[in-house]
C-alpha cells in the first residue's frame, strides 16, 4: 500500500477525488482503497510525524509520501518540487526516476511570514523522522507545492484546487509507478570506495549518492579517479567531476 500524509484536507483532495478514496472509521480522518490510503494529520511536525507512524503502525505501508503546500520567498506560486534535503542532515533517498524540480527545504516549529527560505513548512522533519524508523529512505517522499511568499493565509478550495491541478497528473503518474523493487540507479560498492579512498563525511557521501543517481538518471558516466589531497580540496575535485 502506498500512503500519503497532508496536514489538512484541501491539499490533498484533488487526490483523494482522483483515486476515489472512501473515508473510514477511525482516530483520524483518512481515506482509503486497497492501494492507497491518506491521512489528515494536521499542523505541524509533532502532529505530522504521530500521523505518519499511526500508517506505518497499522498498514502494510511500501512507500510513504508527504505532500502539501509550502511558502518560499524564492521560488513563485505554483512550482512544485520534490525535497531532497531536510534542515541542515536529513536526506531522503532519490531512486525513481521523476518529472519535478528538486530542491531542499526548511522546516519550522512555527508560522513564517518573514526571512530568506528556499521552502519552508511546518511538517517535514516530523514526518521524515518518523518514517525512517518503518521505511528505507528510498521509500519516502516530500513533495511540496508553492502556495505562497510568505504570506500568512487560509486558502479556501477553490485555491487549492487551482494550485495543485495543473501537477495532478505528474503527481498520481509518480504514486502509481512507483513498484516494489527498488531501482539501482548507483553502485553502492563504487561509492563506498569513493568515501573511504577520500575521507568523505556521512553528509557529502549523500550528497555524492544523489549526485550519481542524477547522473545515472540522465545517462551521464561519471569517472572519479585522482591522487588524494586534503579532505577540502579532494571534495572540491569531486563536485567538479559533475560539472
Not at 477525488?17 to 492501494?35: G, Q, R, S, T
Not at 520567498?73 to 536529513?90: A, Y
Request: charged letters at 25%; one cysteine or more.
Amino acid at each position: 500500500m502506498k500512503a500519503i500524509v497532508s496536514a489538512f484536507y484541501k491539499e490533498v483532495a484533488p487526490i483523494i477525488k482522483h483515486y476515489k478514496l472512501k473515508k473510514i472509521n477511525a482516530p483520524f480522518e483518512i481515506f482509503k482503497n486497497d492501494e492507497i490510503i491518506v491521512i489528515i494529520s494536521g499542523i505541524g511536525k509533532l502532529n505530522s510525524a504521530i500521523a505518519s507512524t499511526y500508517l506505518l503502525s497499522k498498514y502494510n505501508i511500501k512507500f510513504i509520501i508527504n505532500f502539501g503546500i509550502v511558502g518560499s520567498s524564492k521560488f513563485k506560486v505554483g512550482e512544485i518540487f520534490l525535497i531532497n534535503k531536510i534542515n541542515k542532515n536529513l536526506y531522503p533517498d532519490i531512486l525513481y526516476s521523476h518529472p519535478f524540480k528538486e530542491t531542499y527545504i526548511t522546516s519550522m516549529d512555527e508560522v513564517v511570514t518573514d526571512g530568506k527560505f528556499n521552502l519552508v513548512d511546518m511538517e517535514s522533519e516530523g514526518f521524515f523522522k518518523a518514517s525512517t524508523k518503518f521505511l528505507d529512505l528510498d521509500k519516502i517522499f516530500i513533495i511540496k507545492i508553492v502556495s505562497d511568499n510568505l504570506v500568512c493565509f487560509r486558502p479556501d478550495s477553490d485555491f487549492m484546487d487551482n494550485l495543485i491541478n495543473p501537477h495532478l497528473e505528474n503527481i498520481t503518474n509518480f504514486i502509481d509507478n512507483l513498484n516494489y523493487e527498488s531501482p539501482k540507479l548507483y553502485d553502492e560498492n563504487y561509492l563506498n570506495e569513493l568515501v573511504n579512498k577520500y575521507q568523505l563525511s556521512f553528509s557529502q557521501k549523500e550528497i555524492l549518492k544523489n549526485k550519481l543517481i542524477y547522473a545515472n538518471l540522465n545517462n551521464k558516466t561519471i569517472n572519479i579517479d585522482f591522487a588524494p589531497t586534503n579532505k577540502k580540496r579532494n571534495w572540491q575535485k569531486i563536485l567538479e567531476s559533475f560539472k
